[in-house]
Each structure stands twice: as structure tokens, then as C-alpha cells.
């Protein structure tokens, strides 16, 4: 089916309360809607959000080449896989391809879940990400069976202090920490022997840059290991297992390029016996249901809770964010299936001009 249509729109979301991470305060998510409209009159959306701090290339530069490709993009016809052959920065490409995906799903009536795995799964359990103690305790009221909690923006002996109070508050909550590459080795050293006697089930990117062997040594202290930085391709995640460094991985659609790709890392993972967790990098409602779908299409025997209820950290969205219902999502068609606000016209879910 050939493309009619492809038009580019920008958002602006604010954050509810801002995000302290090691990499920076995050205070709000911006990013780009493409839609893709086929000679059919189907719709397929992608969302274009690379995240300040965490991505190589910034959202101009992903405008940029969005936009050079929008011209090519009518009169073409592609398949959502194709879109790995254009040439574009990893935000651009998870766009594109989750648009297709959107739309091939839309035409045959079947979740992009579906599309990826014939007998993808009908729920996927999540994780939510958490600041205090309270809201720990609210998420466990959810039905939350895992929380996050970001550490390394303070010292060590206040995370240890932090993870005490969540660990004392909440004492049947899994618990994962996430250091987003904040600590040297020492740092990482001291807080992985101090949490070893709090029940944290793993800890995400303890060093800083990509030390292969100072992960190997820090898994001897007991705490599993999560890697998400150091693995954004299939190279990156074959080293992780030649070296025998991390105990799963840490998958973010948006970041690593793509909904397949995402999956394929996942079989990778899978296949060599880690954990396959994935996660939202703060998207909108558009790229959090892509990254449901791919979810939902990993190996389940692999798979931990996954960081995909993130869309109460935004003060609005896009689309009607899905509800985390006994701790877990379930993945909707047709394709995306996404669902409008309540009485809000299509132009209103999104900030901005689009790019004709």
C-alpha cells in the first residue's frame, strides 16, 4: 500500500513534579507525531522523542532528517521493516516503523503485538517508577508487584538511607534500582555491598561508560545486574554476553531504533539465559504503546516487568494512556490501538504545526 500522506507535528509535554536522574533534571518530554496516511485513507502514527542527556543525536538533528524524508515517504510503499534501510538517527527510525506498523495493523484488524508474534502475549506485568517511599506504597495499592527507583543523583549513603525507608514502607514490593551510569567503581562497590541486605532485586548501569570487567566484578557482590545504556544493538549485547557481565538487559524501543530491532535484542538476550526488561524512555502515549506491543512480542519465559507505566509522570498526553490493571498492561489493536481523549477534537492531543 502506498503512503498519500506524511506529515510531522511537534509536542511539548511537562513532567507532573521533575525527574532527577544522574545524566540531569528531566521537566518535560518533547518529540515529534509523524502520521503516515495510506491510499486507503488508513492512519498509522509514530512518535519521534529522543531524551536530553540519554541520546547521542538531539531532537533538531531528528527533525532534520525527518523532514528531509518526508518527500520521499509519499508515493512510496513500504513495510514497516523497511524503514531500517532509510538512513535515519534512532528516534526517526522507531517513528517511521512504528507509523508503518500502525498502519498495517489498522488495515488487517490486529494488534502491532500481534503483527510482531502471532501468539504475543495478551498481558504484559509492569514496573512503575518511583521517587519516595509513599509512592511506592501507592503503587503497591495499584497492584504494582515492582517498583524503580533512580539513585546516584545523591550520595551513596543517601540512597542506602532512601532504599531503607521504600524497603521498610513497602516490604513485599520487587525493587529495582537504576544509576544510569552514576557511579565509579568504588561508589558502585560501597552501595552494592549496602544494599545486598535490602532485598533490591537488581541495580541498572552502576558505572560509569562501559566497563565490561568492572560489571563482571561488581556481580560477585550478590546485587544482578541490569545493562540499558550499554545495550542499544546487537553488538552491544553480544559483548554483554561474552563477557559475562550484566544478568539481563534493559530494551527501550525508542533508543535502540526500532520495534524489531527491539524484539530481535530480546531473542538475543533471551537465548543466551538473561532477563529482558523493556521500557519506555518517558514517551508520550504513542511511543509507550509501541514499546507495550514489542513487549508483549518478547519470549515471556525471559521476561521481568517492564518500565512501561510512566504516563502518570506526565501532566498531559497525547492519547488516553492505558491502565495498569493488577500490575500489568494489556496490549490493544487495531495497531496501536490508542484512544483519543474524551470529547478533545484530533487537533487538540497535539502542540504545535505540523510540518506538511
Not at 538473561?274 to 506491543?293: E, M, N, S, Y
Amino acid at each position: 500500500m502506498r503512503i498519500r500522506e506524511a506529515t510531522l507535528t511537534p509536542y511539548a509535554l511537562p513532567l507532573r513534579r521533575p525527574l532527577a536522574t544522574a545524566a540531569g533534571l528531566i521537566n518535560r518530554r518533547e518529540g515529534l507525531v509523524l502520521r503516515l496516511v495510506t491510499e486507503d485513507g488508513v492512519e498509522g502514527l509514530g512518535e519521534c522523542a529522543p531524551l536530553p542527556g540519554f541520546s547521542a543525536l538531539d531532537l533538531p538533528g531528528h527533525r532534520q532528517a525527518l523532514e528531509a524524508l518526508l518527500a520521499k515517504l509519499r508515493g512510496a510503499a513500504l513495510h514497516p521493516e523497511d524503514a531500517q534501510a532509510l538512513g535515519l538517527p534512532p528516534a526517526a527510525a522507531f517513528a517511521v516503523e512504528q507509523a508503518l506498523w500502525d498502519n498495517e495493523g489498522r488495515r488487517r484488524g490486529l494488534s502491532v503485538a500481534r503483527l510482531l508474534r502471532p501468539d504475543a502475549a495478551a498481558l504484559v506485568p509492569c514496573s512503575r517508577l518511583v521517587r519516595t517511599a509513599e509512592e511506592a506504597v501507592a503503587a503497591q495499592a495499584d497492584g504494582v508487584v515492582m517498583v524503580k527507583l533512580k539513585v546516584a543523583v545523591e550520595s551513596v549513603a543517601r540512597d542506602l538511607a532512601r532504599v531503607a525507608a521504600l524497603r521498610a514502607a513497602a516490604p513485599g514490593l520487587r525493587l529495582r534500582l537504576d544509576a544510569n551510569r552514576g557511579w565509579t567503581f568504588e561508589e558502585a562497590q560501597a552501595a552494592l555491598t549496602g544494599l545486598a541486605s535490602l532485598g533490591v532485586e537488581s541495580v541498572e548501569e552502576p558505572l560509569v561508560g562501559s566497563d565490561l570487567a568492572g560489571l563482571r566484578a561488581l556481580r560477585a557482590l550478590g546485587v544482578p545486574l541490569l545493562a540499558d545504556e550499554s545495550a542499544r544493538d546487537e553488538d552491544d549485547v553480544a559483548r554483554l554476553i561474552d563477557a559475562e557481565a550484566v544478568d539481563g538487559v534493559v530494551l527501550k524501543p525508542m533508543f535502540i531504533g526500532g520495534l524489531k530491532r527491539a524484539l530481535r535484542l530480546a531473542e538475543r538476550a533471551a537465548a543466551a539465559g538473561l532477563a529482558v526488561v523493556v521500557t519506555t524512555a518517558l514517551d508520550a502515549a504513542i511511543g509507550r504503546a509501541g514499546a507495550l506491543h514489542v513487549a508483549a512480542a518478547c519470549p515471556e519465559a525471559a521476561l521481568w516487568p517492564c518500565g512501561l507505566d510512566t504516563g502518570g509522570l506526565l501532566e498531559r498526553d497525547l492519547f488516553v494512556s492505558e491502565r495498569v490493571i493488577g500490575g500489568a498492561l494489556s496490549p490493544r489493536g487495531p495497531g496501536l490501538g490508542l484512544v483519543e481523549p474524551p470529547l478533545a477534537p484530533a487537533s487538540a492531543r497535539l502542540f504545535g504545526s505540523p510540518t506538511p
